[in-house]
């Protein structure tokens, strides 16, 4: 399969999508709830819409699993992996930080990932083995060397109320050992951020698929290192995630393995 032209249809959908949320935004009408704190807006829908349609069409036979309507049966080989929009909280209260996002994985695993912040215009990509980009440059995870000087971001999940005491427990000990803690509201943007240096760690448990797939193949080729908490290597099945300059990486570990 040509890898580059798959990523120009990733590119072309991704474009297309973000033109719906940037023509939505501060004007939604309607905000459902799918769960106790998980929204979804027209918004996230009819970008998912204009992805979907736009790599139907280059690639019909290709299996898509998207966060709004599920999964979409074709060869098994292929797989596209859409979050039509990362960060629907953000963007329900007007503030411009989200994204979209969107992998091909071949025979599970990912090859190709695209993370756009449709308010800025940055677009990070990656294809496997040929490095990482935002804009068309090549990007790399930062020189940090220790936890201390480090800048970590990290997520809380919807169902946050299952894992609120050791989340805690994990946020607690990080700020401490660290320069600071952000949270922003969309993962893919987080494991993006470590992927060109703006944080040096980010942490997450209970994220999907499609929130963790397009940017975790893009930290790895920026140099990342991604595993779970117990330092297992990285599947986008797994329920835990952690990406780090590689520096750190160890004493992360250390620090979201908890003690009784």
Not at 115 to 139: F, H, Q, R, T, W
Not at 181 to 196: E, F, H
Request: proline content about 3%; hydrophobic content about 45%.
């Amino acid at each position: 399969m040509d890898f580059e032209h798959a990523k120009r249809v990733g590119i072309e959908a991704i474009y297309r999508g973000a033109r719906v949320l940037r023509d939505h935004f501060g004007r939604i009408s309607q905000i459902n709830q799918k769960a106790a704190f998980e929204l979804v807006t027209e918004a996230d829908t009819e970008s998912e819409k204009q992805i979907i349609k736009t790599i139907r069409k280059a690639f019909p036979d290709h299996a898509i699993l998207a966060e709004e309507s599920g999964a979409n049966k074709g060869n098994a080989e292929y797989q596209w992996l859409i979050d039509p929009l990362d960060g629907t909280t953000n963007y329900a209260h007007q503030l411009p930080i989200f994204s979209i996002a969107i992998a091909l994985a071949v025979h599970d695993e990912i090859v190709i990932g695209l993370v756009l912040n449709p308010m800025d215009g940055e677009l990070y990509s990656a294809i496997a083995g040929k490095g990482a980009e935002l804009n068309g440059k090549p990007i790399k995870v930062s020189s940090i060397a220790s936890v201390f000087k480090s800048l970590l971001v990290t997520g809380f999940p919807y169902d946050f109320d299952k894992i609120a005491e050791p989340a805690m427990k994990r946020l607690s000990i990080c700020q401490q050992a660290s320069q600071g803690i952000r949270r922003l509201g969309s993962a893919a943007l987080d494991i993006c951020y470590v992927a060109c240096g703006r944080f040096d760690g980010f942490w997450e448990q209970n994220l999907k698929s499609w929130d963790k797939a397009a940017g975790a193949i893009i930290a790895a080729e920026a140099g990342a290192v991604i595993t779970n908490f117990s330092g297992r290597p990285f599947s986008i099945r797994q329920k835990e995630i952690l990406v780090t300059n590689g520096r750190i990486h160890q004493e992360m570990l250390t620090l979201l393995n908890l003690k009784d």
